[in-house]
């Protein structure tokens, strides 16, 4: 069985040497990016070595390959670019406005139950395990996870009635 194993070395090294020195160039005018440059560079080359021929194909084609992966490479950034143009600019809200939202959302909480304004403290706020806070509170986990529940339910309401009044948080 005859297999192909292409050019012999030395015939591969030479044409490389011939080859490389003047793509290179080339692709630098285009780019003007040394990093982007070498991709480039190498992918020609990987692309040529991997096509099923015995031939090495001589620098016009060389050339071809890199200018089609410039290309390439152009479109897509075109159209990376031109996905990000059409995202939403995010919208921070101002100091003034953030502060306003916590103070808003402290007096909410203060309109809460005592014990769900606690637990509210204890999980989300202090950060507590749900153990830790059963502890402190002199319950059972169990209980704590129902009452956290019910407590971010009620939250959610007075926030929800809240924003219905014209309210923003």
């Known amino acids: 069985m005859e297999s192909k194993t292409g050019p012999p070395p030395s015939t591969m090294e ?10 290179y160039r080339f692709i630098y005018s285009q780019l003007q990016s040394k990093e982007e440059t070498e991709d480039i560079t190498q992918e020609t080359y ?3 070595l991997k096509q099923d021929s015995g031939n090495l194909p001589p620098y016009a084609y060389l050339k071809q390959i890199a200018r089609n992966l410039m290309t390439d490479r ?7 670019q031109n996905h990000l143009e059409h995202l939403p600019e995010p919208e ?3 100091p003034e406005e ?7 959302l402290h007096e909410l909480m ?25 502890t402190l509170m002199g319950r059972s986990e ?13 939250l959610r ?11 923003d948080l």
């Not at 152009?74 to 990376?80: D, E, I, M, N, P």
């Not at 309401?157 to 309210?167: A, D, F, L, M, R």
């Open 92 to 94: 921070y809200p101002s």
């Open 110 to 134: 203060n309109q809460l139950p005592s014990d769900y304004r606690q637990i509210l403290e204890y999980r989300i706020i202090q950060g507590y395990s749900r153990k830790e806070t059963a």
């Open 142 to 154: 169990s209980s704590i996870r129902g009452l956290q529940y019910r407590a971010l339910q009620t």
């Open 14 to 23: 030479s044409w490389y040497r011939e080859t490389v020195t003047k793509l």
């Open 46 to 48: 990987l692309r040529c």
């Open 74 to 80: 152009y479109r897509h950034k075109l159209v990376a």
């Open 157 to 167: 309401s007075y926030i929800h009635s809240y924003q219905q009044k014209g309210g």
């Open 98 to 104: 953030e502060w306003l939202n916590r103070s808003t």
